[in-house]
């Protein structure tokens, strides 16, 4: 922006300086038709299915800026996979920004840039935003909001309760890299150099799975938390035991390393471009093969599989070692890394 | 929640301690059908009009409690008003709490709790959230944004861009209400204990007066920046002349008493439960009516007029004194008082 170097109070006044910021910030970088209007709500067409699919993330991660993204990314990518997850396409994004006052706007024009190209990658449109503005120490910089929006295809029911018996477990690559980029710039850490986040849109990657595999059961993307919390909803939700090959599990080696330096689960950290999917089994081979064809899925693998519980046996994961033996895969107890995302 | 007094880091780790208090506050408060199904993302029906409307506002008023509401109360208003705004039938929204460590517990219970029923009274569901706790410091206690969604139905085509020469403008009641209880309320001024936030939901009142007046332009809830900023955007967008008859405009007279002592121009002054609409004379009289037959519309005016821009005069607005002088009424510039919202 021309005129100020720095966001100030007044850039959330609701006057002319916020004005000012909208049109030369958000619309510069976002200008939808739907935004141009410059109406309180975005007015925009959606496939008259019947159903939509809602799902929203705030973002507050830090630092704003680490290897492979940028919570702009971040922002975009968090909630159309969120929204993909349920199988429907994904549309349409509003965003909502809190600033702190003396906030860089060259910072904001990066992260505003790098949500524009990552909306465009995912084929979505923002078409709704708000900017507040608070006092300094009143947020940490900037947290987003994002919250998205698409239309469910007739006849798609999916859900984590929907793993059944016999089902087969995928993961669409390598596990652990986000939460360990950023803690790894975060730290100042001699590997971070080599670590880059995942963060990715995987709506495409969704569709060409359907596609290969109508009857998938669900998808969910194993962000905070990690394999270990998706995996323990599903058996949960579904009513099952899931089993994981541990060996079967992809892990970059370096992240395997600084996982055992710092005494991390791999299952139980963040990622913000990786997908889980149950598929029966017999649609595995040809949802394996959708993922290992799109982009971010090149790493694609199965690792594991759902069982009928025992009798009074409560839902639970299961993860084979390497050595034959197995232990349990719990969620994570307290927390493992705070503004991860 | 029976375990935690207060929010901690993990409560926002992915893990057991958000899984309990996703179950046991927000389900308990929200828990539509939608979000007890507990997938990442919610899927509801919608009328297959074949067009959507979409809002998102984040909110961050200090202090979180005050007469006549509470940040969870706007939360919900904020993002039904503004999505109603369009005709839209509003319908769903998503939630994203931002909490600070040792952020009360019970506070967010009472938070919650206020959201849901208002949620109920705009006849809207919350079908999707999300939580993320940063460390002291991070936030101030708690920002909450909410995104909404409702579907367009057909024919209906309101913009701030849609007002013509001879049109009427209406405000739903009495201006500066907001403003001034939350300003009283953060510096303990005397006359606080008599002036209340109007934070209400106007979805009702907008179907009511599109009923009445099929032909109306547009609506906006006079929030940030006020009357001054609504009457400003509409005569922007649609390039003419806004003319306002002071005399006609209500305001109460507490919060004339306030404005006077600090300065302020009501005019300029942040509202949450009121909105302004244009329409055609013709349909003037009926818009008026239905207003005041509606919840929260008791007090409905009709307070100026929509006039035809001189040859290159640029947009404006005009406010008529008790006197017969007229004067320009600006866009606030700069910040009359950050965090109203």
Redesign the interface.
């Known amino acids: 922006m021309a005129t100020d170097n720095t966001v ?3 850039h ?8 000012r910021l909208i049109d030369e910030v958000f619309l510069e970088a976002f200008g939808s038709p739907e935004l141009l ?24 991660v830090t630092p704003r800026f680490f290897p492979g993204g940028d919570i702009g990314r971040l922002a975009v990518c968090g909630t159309v996979n ?2 993909a ?2 199988g ?1 396409h994904v549309r ?1 994004l ?5 600033l702190e006052e003396g906030f860089p706007m060259d910072d904001l024009l990066r992260i505003c840039s790098s949500m524009a190209k990552t909306a465009e990658e995912a084929s979505v449109r923002i ?4 900017t ?4 300094r ?4 910089g900037v ?1 987003i ?1 994002t ?3 698409g239309e ?1 295809p007739e006849g798609v029911e ?4 929907a793993c059944r018996p016999g089902d087969v477990v995928l993961v669409s690559g390598t596990l652990g890299d986000h939460g360990i980029a950023v803690m790894s710039q975060r730290e100042g850490l001699a590997f971070s150099t080599t670590i880059e986040s995942d963060a990715a849109p995987l709506n495409h990657l969704i569709a060409a799975v359907l596609t290969a595999a109508p009857r998938t059961r ?1 998808f ?2 194993p ?4 394999l ?2 998706t995996l323990n ?1 599903f058996a949960a ?1 579904s009513n099952v035991e899931i089993e994981v090959d541990e060996d079967a599990v992809p892990v970059l080696p370096q992240v395997q390393a600084a996982c055992e330096m710092l005494g991390y689960d791999p299952l ?1 950290v ?1 990622n913000e471009g990786k997908m889980v999917a149950v598929v029966p089994a017999d649609e595995a081979d040809a949802a394996l093969e959708a993922m290992r064809a799109s982009r971010y899925g090149e790493n694609a693998a199965i690792i594991g599989r759902v069982s009928e519980l025992a009798p009074a046996a409560r839902p639970r994961v299961l993860v084979r070692t390497p050595w034959g033996s197995t232990r349990i895969l ?7 890394l ?2 991860i995302c």
């Open positions: 100030l109070l007044g959330g006044s609701g006057g002319q300086m916020m004005k209007v410059g109406n309180d709500s975005g007015v925009a067409e959606l496939a008259p299915t019947g159903r939509i699919a809602m799902s929203t993330d705030s973002f507050v969120d929204v997850t349920s429907a349409y509003s965003c909502g920004f809190i078409i709704t935003g708000d507040k503005v608070v006092e120490g009143g947020v940490d947290y909001n919250a998205g929006v469910v999916l859900s984590g309760g669900c969910r993307d962000t905070r938390g990690g270990a919390s909803e939700a139980q963040a719990d969620m994570l107890v307290g927390e493992q705070p503004r």
